[in-house]
């Protein structure tokens, strides 16, 4: 008798882990709006990222949002930036509500390296760093000769 009861936890144990979670969360829950809805958990280690024509989803990832400015630079009042997503698996978009004929862009490695550079024409460019290799790199924002915004932008 003790030895089936022994042997019921331990199968019950078993069937318990084997199909249990794989991943530690924090928190969870869902969220519906007049767009869809969408289920959540915070915390969680690993993710699968899904992309299209249309845009990329990175499910199960805790999505950071870090915008810093490391230049040390008092910014123009008037130079209103957004970079997002950021950290950024490819497509990165520079949102600048500013009507400076002269804001070009530089965005360059930590070892010093332009990687890519341009004349911003359009209040959102679109920088493409699928082509680049994982890590942090500067995204410099500068008006004729002079340095207005350092950003750091990582690509994962």
Not at 32 to 39: F, K, N
Not at 59 to 76: A, F, L, P, R
Not at 129 to 146: C, K, V, W
């Amino acid at each position: 008798m003790e030895q089936k009861l022994l042997s019921l936890i331990l199968f019950g144990n078993l069937c318990f882990y084997s199909f249990s979670q794989q991943n530690t969360t924090v928190s969870g829950g869902n969220a519906s709006g007049s767009g869809g809805s969408v289920s959540y958990s915070i915390g969680q280690t690993d993710y699968i990222n899904s992309s299209g024509s249309t845009g990329s989803i990175n499910q199960g990832v805790q999505q950071v949002y870090e915008v810093e400015d490391i230049s040390g630079i008092k910014e123009s009042p008037s130079l209103l930036t957004a970079v997002f997503p950021n950290p950024t698996s490819g497509i990165l978009y520079l949102d600048i509500d500013h009507s400076d004929p002269e804001l070009d862009y530089e965005l360059v490695d930590l070892s010093g390296r332009i990687l890519a550079s341009s004349v911003i024409q359009t209040p959102q460019t679109i920088i493409d760093l699928t082509s680049f290799a994982y890590g942090e790199y500067l995204l410099n924002i500068s008006s004729g000769n002079a340095l207005i915004q350092t950003l750091k932008i990582v690509k994962h």
